[in-house]
């Protein structure tokens, strides 16, 4: 199929800039499973922006560059931030039901506060912004007449020079190789411009907040179609999941600590009841997630826990379910009552805050091709990401790429004729139980060697791994016809190479890489810039 551009992903990011871009051209989105099955549904805190008189677009910046540890790039973070109230204001246009302060008559957001963050200016939907604004963004795009949204696509590489009828051996991308999951068939999408908003990697690891699709897709097809990536190292580690056998990786979000919920060792234990995060940062429970999230992980392996308590029912029953009435409602169908009892949790992956590298229009390395949201490094979040600057840094670079490509639309040239997808000399596999014990192993050693404590003997056994399976994937995707499945695979081992390679190059620790052979941090921040 042709259009004008095509975006990988039917996030905030990809539809922030499909419903810019569709006021004049015509946009394909293409989603791995059904549309809105991404991170942003997932997204339970909200969106950062100075809306507040006591607040400043300073204090907002610094607090930005505090949690990157100085990995930030300031024009970058300068950008993002004054644009973040234009972008509120977008979305309350397109009917996203904010939370409004008691006694404003419906005239001033209500503001909460998160770790890391000085003043009180998260803009939130209740404990579920990101579904809200999943929800609004979705409408839009399909009443719009020039947006065609496809779901159950799984992108497998993007369409280079290489691919074209009359080779050119340009780096220039028309789009990308996609399987439509209904038919079996793999097909050329086409167009002037492509756009990758297709999440991060978190699914690399055994525990993660991301949903099943985070497999690292657009940055493992950007970097085999000769993209860099910088700073793969910096994967963000939620402090708060639920610990629980019956349900995976649901997020208990910040803002329950930001609201005064506070980390305890639970019963059983020698400090039983231990307020303990003061003993670890000034800030205690608004300390910025890595530090929250290595001060869990410490307890746990001091004390040989299972989990710490977050306890947030020392506040009125009537704020708690205010505040927090969806995860209140799941935690009663598990037997939790927040209003009245602890929640058992443990850190997960929650956020790959390395990938694509792009510049303030989102840019990638390679011509024709754009990156926004999860999956790039644009310089915002360093080597941490501040709570709730992911959507925000959505809706800025989705809106910056738009205007970017509709500024330049005049020098961008139709595709040429592309080569079809070749499945002539490859059968369906009847080894299906390969995808998943590969799957398993790397997500296993992923969490016990690249976790939130490295060291390098961890980070050899790893590369030894990726090494070892790397000969295995790639002989069995040449043999058999892809599925999501293998798609998916061959991106994850990809990926977890990049994190790896990353890890190995930072002799320091800086935010969210923490290697105990290298304890101090340098003192000049670097990108770990990798090239193909």
Not at 162 to 173: A, D, F, N, Q, T
Not at 475 to 491: A, H, M, S
Request: glycine content about 10%; charged content about 20%; some cysteine.
């Amino acid at each position: 199929m042709k259009a004008d551009v095509i975006i990988v992903g039917s996030g905030a990011a990809g539809l922030t800039a499909a419903l810019a871009l569709a006021e004049t051209l015509k946009v394909l989105v293409l989603a791995k499973g059904a549309l809105g099955t991404g991170s942003t549904a997932w997204a339970q805190g909200g969106i950062a922006a100075v809306l507040d008189e006591s607040d400043t677009f300073e204090d907002h910046i610094r607090d930005t560059m505090i949690a990157g540890a100085g990995l930030n790039r300031l024009e970058t973070v300068e950008f993002v931030v004054e644009r973040a109230p234009q972008a509120i204001a977008r979305l309350a246009a397109l009917g996203v039901p904010f939370d409004m302060r008691e006694g404003s008559g419906g005239n001033a957001l209500h503001l909460t506060r998160e770790g890391g963050h000085s003043h009180r200016r998260i803009a939130h939907v209740h404990d579920a912004t990101g579904l809200a604004v999943q929800e609004a963004l979705l409408e839009a795009a399909r009443a719009h007449p020039n947006i065609t949204m496809l779901a159950h696509q799984a992108c497998i590489d993007l369409i280079t020079g290489r691919h074209e009828l009359r080779y050119s051996g340009s780096g220039r991308v028309w789009g990308v190789y996609a399987l439509d999951e209904a038919t079996g068939h793999v097909e050329a999408h086409c167009a002037h411009v492509t756009v990758l908003a297709s999440g991060g990697a978190g699914r690399v690891y055994q525990f993660s907040t991301a949903p099943r699709g985070a497999t690292g897709d657009g940055i493992a097809m950007a970097w085999r179609a000769g993209a860099r990536v910088a700073n793969m190292e910096m994967m963000q580690f939620h402090p708060t999941c639920l610990y629980n056998l019956e349900t995976k990786n649901f997020l208990i979000t910040e803002a329950v600590r930001g609201e005064g919920g506070h980390l305890v060792i639970p019963p059983g234990h020698p400090g039983a009841g231990h307020r303990f995060m003061p003993d670890f940062d000034p800030r205690g429970e608004l300390a910025p997630r890595d530090i929250v999230a290595r001060a869990i992980d410490h307890e746990i392996k001091r004390l040989g826990l299972d989990y710490v308590h977050l306890d947030i029912s020392h506040k009125p029953p009537e704020f708690v379910r205010g505040h927090f009435p969806t995860i209140h409602e799941r935690l009663l169908a598990l037997g939790i009552d927040m209003t009245k009892e602890p929640i058992p949790v443990v850190p997960a992956q929650h956020y790959t805050c390395g990938g694509i590298i792009i510049d303030l229009a989102g840019r990638t390395d390679l011509p024709g091709l754009y990156a926004v949201g999860e999956c790039t490094e644009s310089g915002l979040h360093g080597a941490n990401r501040l709570a709730s600057n992911s959507l925000l840094e959505c809706f800025v670079f989705g809106e910056a790429a738009a205007c970017d490509i509709l500024d330049c639309w005049d020098s961008y040239e139709a595709p040429p004729p592309v080569l079809a997808w070749d499945a002539s000399r490859v059968t369906s596999s009847d080894e299906e139980v390969i995808i998943k014990q590969n799957w398993t192993e790397i997500r296993r050693f992923m969490w016990n060697y690249v976790g939130i404590v490295r060291t390098t003997k961890r980070l050899e056994r790893a590369q030894h791994r990726i090494a070892m399976l790397a000969g295995e994937v790639e002989e069995y995707y040449g043999q058999f016809r892809v599925t999501t499945d293998l798609i998916e695979l061959r991106n994850l081992l990809q990926s977890a190479d990049l994190i790896v390679r990353s890890a190995l190059k930072r002799h320091e620790s800086r935010g969210l890489h923490y290697t105990l052979d290298y304890p101090a941090t340098l003192p000049e921040a670097r990108d770990t810039v990798l090239e193909p």
